[in-house]
């Protein structure tokens, strides 16, 4: 056939079937292009909705409804056509890298686009840059796909997504590559780290023949006024480190409260976030929408310390409340909001109290921005880049990263799971991050475990399963069915039953926890696993749902993969 | 039409065929491209003309004296038109007018960065520069205004900045150089009528009263009905020391304004100078004596008043001086010595008007005016 023998030297000639990875990089031109052009679409339209919603000197009772309307339409969108594309958009794209082969479907991209730029418009403290990064990952990831690239490939264009999206909506295209290989895929040394910087700067090249050379945030030369200032850079790391915890705390206890609401009442949830920011942009109107503009003030060191403290406890209720309550939207802009106005509030006090030895409050502010950041989606490197990238002040680096730092550890310490890991526990999701990137390293238990294995039925006879542990070679077992795992039972607690027991199911306890393992994980870190619990076998889980079983892995296997002899049964209890 | 990849691994077998898909996405990433190009000039639009009302509220805010409120109207035009240097300059007068300087400063560091050349941005820098006390910088950026880039009406702008140079320099005293500033301004405004009598007087104030009376007598020739002239005449005749044709400019000036107080005080005060002058050719030598001692009796009150306001001045030199002065004023000298004691008084008169100056300054109360014009006639 003519046709087909044309499509076939077409292929031949760009090599597009044999050459994968040309093509990758190919794409990766093309998906920053089609990325960065969505994105630019997304702020002018947002910003140009808001300007139609709350027009200048215009009534009062705007500022009441017209967040609650924007969140029933949109709630209710959500619900019957987008349940997908609720949030904030970064663990919905880390979702589909990690559990669904980079899979996002182009109804998703549309109604974050759609969503969002409703609830934006409506004044929602929520930020645009989560949602354009879920946007940006959908479409690399809708183009890889028609493009019938193999799965691996498909994943790859994720994160070159994400970051040309990031790289357009906070015009910082170095940052986005961080924020891509940091937290996207939690490996800077990441193979598709080409792509990504390839995307990233195309994205930041479409942007700026639009809209210009335009920074986000203007801000004044920074000047270290006194090397005393450091100290309260510090004591500025600290205080963004504690709001930020208060912040993510709040969010996260939110929204399990949300979850437990019935499901019925899920379209009208986001107009609770909705009612909220009606009340608070009563008080004061600053609160509504992401609030760059007045950010840009705080940086200036133009806004009154008291409007300063407030808005900064008004964003930390606002954002929480409207993103648990399902509202489409991300927490990247509020978060550099709530950063601005901590840090402007710290920089006013030790203005005060140390006039002649502190630079201008906005320094504070703008130093404030990275803290939060750091402190909210931990991510430091990024931060310090980002804010860097933002004011283009290389002289704020070391303040900077002083600040971010402590911000970092204080969350660390305080809140143990990142933001992200904790929203897609709250799923039932198990995400790799950045912190256990090391926990991914060397042979993976995908490559020792038993696939063809069931776990022992509940209704197993005692007798049985020692037979079943005979059979086996090995001194415990996983229990249930392979698509409902309930827990796990050892020869030892076998021998030692009581006279009464007759069936497995009577030997678990009432918690249901066992131990457990992803087939992405190292050997080495299997090995601690079995340590810990005291058992010589483990099950192998899905990520997105760790009551289904792919396979087992022994003791024995993996010594063996590593070439030593199984040392028999000196583990179980 | 779908198409069956070949390829191990793939998600999707079926898709569209690479070409169409192809140009699919270049017809996606078109469309985008006009959209993109539509909302942003909607959103240009919508943002100049925002800015543009922001901008002339705050024009309106500062007319009326409300600099903080201006502030924020001329920021909001600024933070919505970054790129327009007028809302820019503006927002930085305000800020001067709100007393923030510090907050101007670095936004005219940002537009002298991008705009150095331009006249106006180096007017305000001027201004800002002044109020904040750095005399030199000030200077400097008021000529940079002058010799910069002006969008229209060139010679105008040169010659409004020039003047207010000229003011900012007579505020601190600097003669030399308001003198070095009006001489290409005099040369500029030649044909300017108009701008020639404020010309004539900032000579006067830069000590320069020969050039004022010339470009007096140019307007007089020019205008010899207007009485304005005559009266800067009389003015720079007075300084010059020629109080008589200071007199008869004065004459003059209130023969065509004859109702016009001002010009009779002056022309009194001249005549007073006029009958204190003891350098008059053809005066009697008793003529001469008396007025040398109305002279001495002037420099001695205004001595002594001098000292009264500043105690710690008075030593023995001082006192020494007004003794001797007493001892003049109260003897008569014989006929044939009278003129030899009028120089001596004249010589005393000036020794105590020296001692006065390094004392208290030059400056003489508006009644006292007479004393430094005779001083300065008989330092002549």
């Known amino acids: ?47 140009r909705l808001a300007t139609r919603m709350y027009p200048p000197e215009s009534a009062v009772w705007r500022r009441f409804f017209v967040p609650i309307i924007g969140t029933l339409v ?12 609720r949030g904030s958009g970064i663990p919905q794209a880390k979702f589909a890298l ?105 994205s930041w090249m479409v942007l700026h023949l639009i809209l210009g050379d335009e920074p986000l945030f203007h801000v004044p030369a920074y000047q270290l006024v006194n090397p005393a200032e450091f100290g309260v850079y510090a004591i500025l790391g600290v205080v963004g480190g504690l709001a930020s915890v208060c912040f993510v705390k709040l969010l996260l206890r939110l929204r399990v409260w949300f979850r437990q609401l019935p499901a019925a009442t899920a379209w009208a949830q986001p107009a609770v976030g909705g009612l909220l920011m009606g009340i608070l942009a009563l008080m004061r109107p600053e609160v509504l929408g992401v609030g760059y503009d007045y950010v840009d003030r705080v940086l200036t060191g133009d806004f009154p310390i008291k409007v300063v403290v407030i808005l900064a406890v008004m964003k930390i209720i606002a954002t929480p409340t409207c993103y648990s309550s399902g509202n489409a939207g991300g927490i990247f802009g509020p978060s550099l909001f709530i950063g601005a106005m901590v840090g402007g509030s710290v920089g006013y006090a030790a203005h005060m109290v140390l006039p002649n030895m502190t630079a201008n409050p906005g320094a504070y502010a703008l130093v404030g921005m990275g803290t939060a950041f750091a402190g909210i989606v931990r991510t430091p490197l990024t931060s310090v880049i980002m804010i860097f990238e933002m004011t283009r002040d290389y002289s704020i680096i070391v303040p900077l990263m002083i600040s971010n730092l402590i911000s970092f550890f204080i969350s660390q310490q305080l809140q143990r799971e990142p933001i992200y890991e904790a929203l897609a526990l709250q799923e039932g999701v198990y995400l790799p991050t950045g912190e256990s990137r090391d926990e991914l390293e060397g042979i993976h238990v ?35 069915q392979k698509n409902n795992l309930v827990g796990m039972v050892s020869s030892h607690q076998i021998e030692t039953a009581d006279d009464d027991v007759n069936v497995v199911g009577e030997l678990l306890g009432t918690t249901h926890d066992y131990p457990f393992i992803h087939a992405d994980h190292p050997a080495s870190y299997a090995l601690e696993r079995m340590g810990s619990n005291g058992v010589d076998a483990i099950p192998v889980v899905s990520r997105a749902n760790i009551h289904q079983m792919f396979g087992v892995v022994r003791l024995n296997d993996i010594l063996a993969k590593y070439g030593v002899a199984g040392v028999p049964g000196v583990l179980a209890k | 039409m779908s198409t069956v990849s070949s390829i191990p691994g793939t998600v999707h077998r079926r898709g569209l065929p690479i070409v169409r898909l192809s140009v699919a996405v270049a017809g996606v990433i078109a469309a985008l491209f006009a959209v993109d190009m539509s909302l942003e000039k909607t959103e240009q639009g919508e943002l100049a003309a925002q800015a543009l009302r922001a901008d002339r509220n705050g024009e309106s805010l500062l007319a009326q004296g409300r600099a903080p409120d201006a502030v924020d109207a001329f920021r909001k035009a600024h933070a919505l038109e970054r790129e327009n240097v007028k809302y820019e300059l503006d927002l930085i007068q305000a800020l001067m007018a709100a007393g923030k300087l510090q907050e101007a400063q670095p936004l005219m560091t940002d537009i002298l960065e991008e705009q150095s050349n331009d006249g106006e941005a180096n007017l305000i820098a001027a201004r800002l520069a002044a109020k904040e006390g750095h005399i030199v910088a000030a200077d400097s950026y008021y000529h940079r205004a002058i010799y910069g880039g002006w969008p229209n009406n060139v010679a105008q702008h040169q010659i409004q900045t020039r003047l207010e140079l000229i003011e900012f320099l007579t505020q601190r005293g600097k003669q030399n150089e308001i003198l070095a500033e009006l001489l290409p301004l005099q040369e500029q405004v030649a044909k300017n009528a108009g701008l020639q009598p404020e010309v004539a007087r900032l000579f006067l104030i830069a000590g320069s009263p ?9 307007l007089i020739r020019a205008q010899p009905k207007d009485f304005t002239n005559y009266a800067g ?148």
């Open chain 2, 210 to 218: 020969g050039r004022a009376a010339d470009v007096f007598h140019q």
């Open chain 1, 446 to 480: 995908g490559e020792v475990m038993l696939t063809n294995v069931d776990p022992l039925p509940e209704t197993a006879h005692l007798v049985e399963a020692k037979a079943f542990f005979d059979e086996y070679a090995c001194h415990a077992w996983p229990v249930g």
């Open chain 2, 233 to 380: 005449l009389g003015e720079a005749e007075l300084a010059l020391g020629d109080f008589r044709a200071a007199h008869n400019a004065f004459a003059n000036a209130l023969a065509r304004n004859s109702k016009n107080p001002t010009l009779k005080e002056r022309l009194e005060f001249a005549n007073l100078l006029s009958n204190l002058d003891p350098t008059v050719r053809w005066l009697s030598a008793q003529d001469k004596y008396s007025r040398t001692v109305q002279i001495l009796q002037m420099a001695s009150t205004d001595l002594t008043q001098c000292l009264t306001n500043h105690p710690q001045s008075g030593n023995d030199a001082t006192t020494q001086l007004l003794s001797k002065a007493q001892t003049a004023l109260s003897s008569s000298p014989p006929k044939q010595q009278v003129n030899e004691v009028a120089e001596s008084n004249l010589n005393l008169a000036q020794q105590i008007w020296r001692t006065r100056v390094s004392a208290c300054g030059s400056g003489a109360a508006p009644d006292e005016e007479a004393l430094p014009l005779i001083m300065d006639k008989l330092a002549q």
């Open chain 1, 74 to 85: 949109s709630g209710f969108l959500l619900y019957k056509y987008f349940p997908n594309a």
């Open chain 1, 98 to 202: 990690f559990i669904q082969d980079g899979y996002i479907g182009l109804k998703t991209i549309i109604g974050k686009f759609l969503c969002c730029s409703i609830t934006l418009a409506s004044g929602i403290a929520l930020g645009r840059e989560g949602p354009s990064v879920q946007i940006g990952a959908g479409i690399a990831s809708v183009l890889a796909r028609r493009y019938g690239l193999s799965k691996a490939t498909v994943k790859a264009l994720v994160p070159v997504g994400c970051s040309a999206a990031l790289a357009a909506a906070f015009n910082t295209p170095i940052a986005a590559v961080l924020f891509s290989l940091e937290e996207i895929l939690g490996d800077l040394h990441a193979p598709v780290i080409g792509s990504v910087v390839l995307s990233s700067a195309t």
């Open chain 1, 1 to 47: 056939m003519p046709n087909r023998s044309l499509r076939g030297k077409l292929w031949n000639w760009t090599g597009f079937r044999a050459r994968e990875d040309q093509v990758t990089i190919l794409l990766s031109v093309v998906i920053g292009v089609i990325v960065g052009l969505t994105v630019v679409a997304f702020i002018l339209l947002t910003g």
